[in-house]
């Protein structure tokens, strides 16, 4: 049986006594500056509704919104009756454990606070977190990859399958580098495609609904080849949990992308 061998990485950069940086943490701090700076790029273009001293400002609140969200979304979405039991267990970050579609609402909840605090269109500033998700979304899977976790399925006639640390013997799909080029970087190039057209920009929620879409559809799709969890396994009709959970993404992105058509544009 043929198979990559899979690089063994080190999950820690750097460590100095008890204080590490981890790959993990890289990923997410990057993937916020990033995003940031890419911000701070786009609201300089037609309309100019933000300042890049507000992206910066906004800065903190994605950070909770990504941090809090995420890790009470795994904590309700994964594994509720294990923190029920033991909730001081919430805070062990540092044991992993965070969800993407937990950490979206935690953002969505910032950038609607944030949009009342600067009153600006929430739309607006949703918009720019879109076009900017994807940069933290294409480097978080790539550390999840570095990591060795999430893998993929059992793939053993795939010619660049991977034996897993901890996945057993069977070479298995490096699911998480397909979701770090479907999730993170066609749908950043999807994005910025559609975000070049003025008519679309000046329309605040249609952006919104093509990332929803996409990242719905990249991840039904990017689920086909990633191993569910094992405490969770297959739910209905074979689908997983983040599966089941992308569906109403697509369909709250075609609802933006509606209202959005039939809302007046903004200079």
Request: no cysteine; charged share 10%.
């Given at each position: 049986m043929f198979a990559l061998v899979f690089p063994a990485f080190d999950p820690v950069i750097f460590q100095l006594g008890p204080f590490a940086i981890r790959w993990?943490?890289?990923?997410?701090?990057?993937?916020?500056?990033?995003?940031?700076?890419?911000?701070?790029?786009?609201?300089?273009?037609?309309?100019?509704?933000?300042?890049?001293?507000?992206?910066?400002?906004?800065?903190?609140?994605?950070?909770?919104?990504?941090?809090?969200?995420?890790?009470?979304?795994?904590v309700l979405f994964y594994k509720p009756g294990e923190y029920l039991a033991h909730p001081l267990n919430i805070f062990k970050t540092w044991e992993g454990g965070m969800s993407f579609h937990g950490g979206l609402l935690g953002v969505t909840l910032a950038i609607i606070l944030f949009?009342?605090?600067?009153?600006?269109?929430?739309?607006?500033?949703?918009?720019?977190?879109a076009c900017a998700?994807?940069?933290?979304?294409?480097?978080?899977?790539?550390?999840?990859f570095v990591n060795g976790e999430l893998w993929g399925r059992?793939?053993?006639?795939?010619?660049?399958?991977?034996?897993?640390?901890?996945?057993?013997?069977?070479?298995r799909h490096p699911s998480q580098l397909y979701q770090a080029a479907l999730e993170g970087v066609l749908l950043l190039i999807v994005l910025h495609f559609f975000w070049r057209k003025e008519s679309i920009r000046t329309r605040p929620g249609v952006l919104t609904g093509?990332?929803?879409?996409?990242?719905?559809?990249?991840?039904?799709?990017?689920e086909?080849?990633?191993?569910?969890?094992?405490?969770?396994?297959?739910?209905?009709?074979?689908?997983?949990?983040?599966q089941l959970l992308s569906l109403p993404m697509v369909l709250f992105g075609i609802f933006s992308i509606w209202r959005a058509r039939c809302a007046p544009a903004v200079a």
């Open positions: 993990y943490a890289l990923a997410y701090i990057a993937g916020l500056f990033g995003g940031i700076w890419y911000a701070r790029w786009m609201v300089k273009h037609i309309p100019t509704l933000m300042t890049p001293s507000q992206v910066d400002d906004f800065l903190l609140w994605v950070l909770g919104g990504v941090v809090l969200g995420g890790r009470l979304g795994y949009a009342r605090h600067i009153k600006v269109n929430k739309w607006y500033v949703a918009d720019l977190v998700a994807p940069i933290g979304l294409a480097l978080g899977r790539i550390a999840n059992p793939a053993p006639d795939v010619p660049w399958a991977m034996v897993f640390p901890g996945g057993g013997p069977e070479p093509v990332f929803w879409i996409g990242y719905g559809v990249a991840r039904i799709f990017g086909l080849f990633r191993e569910p969890d094992a405490f969770l396994g297959f739910l209905i009709g074979g689908a997983t949990m983040g």
